[in-house]
């Protein structure tokens, strides 16, 4: 499936904050709660500050944001040889897993990634 949205950035954190700001244009025009919208941004920096560590250098920072009214799902990914894949009684694993829908993550053919959805919680 194609994303609706794709960017690609360096693997570094200052970039991180272009992928929070276009999260939150994003789910603005899909008539998100500012609550919502406000979770996302953070689950889309935690999930960068996940597979940032295991990326391999000289590699891309993608996110990939899949658009339905009232749903969005977003893919953040990195290259990596040896992610550090996070613990579900972690911290930032219960963060994620409370500010969305649902979260999870993979690692195949060197990609190691982390997919969070939420929908809306207005009425459509």
């Known amino acids: 499936m194609r994303p609706d949205v794709e960017l690609r ?7 991180v ?3 929070r700001a276009t999260t ?3 789910a ?3 008539d998100f709660t500012i609550d919502d919208i406000e979770d996302l941004r953070i689950a889309v920096g935690e999930a960068s500050a996940m597979v940032l560590p295991s990326a391999t250098e000289g590699s891309d920072l993608v996110c990939r944001y899949y658009m339905r009214p009232g749903e969005v799902s977003i ?3 990195v290259e990596s ?3 550090e894949l996070p613990e579900e009684e972690g911290f930032a694993w219960q963060v994620l897993s409370a500010l969305t829908t649902e979260t999870s993550t993979t ?3 060197g ?3 982390v997919t969070l959805t939420m929908n809306s919680t207005v009425s459509l």
């Open 17 to 19: 904050s272009v992928l």
């Open 24 to 26: 939150v244009s994003l």
């Open 81 to 83: 040889e040896d992610p």
């Open 28 to 30: 603005a025009r899909l």
């Open 111 to 113: 990609v190691f990634s």
């Open 9 to 15: 950035l360096p693997v570094d954190s200052a970039y």
């Open 107 to 109: 690692y195949e053919n």
């Open 75 to 77: 893919t953040v990914a």
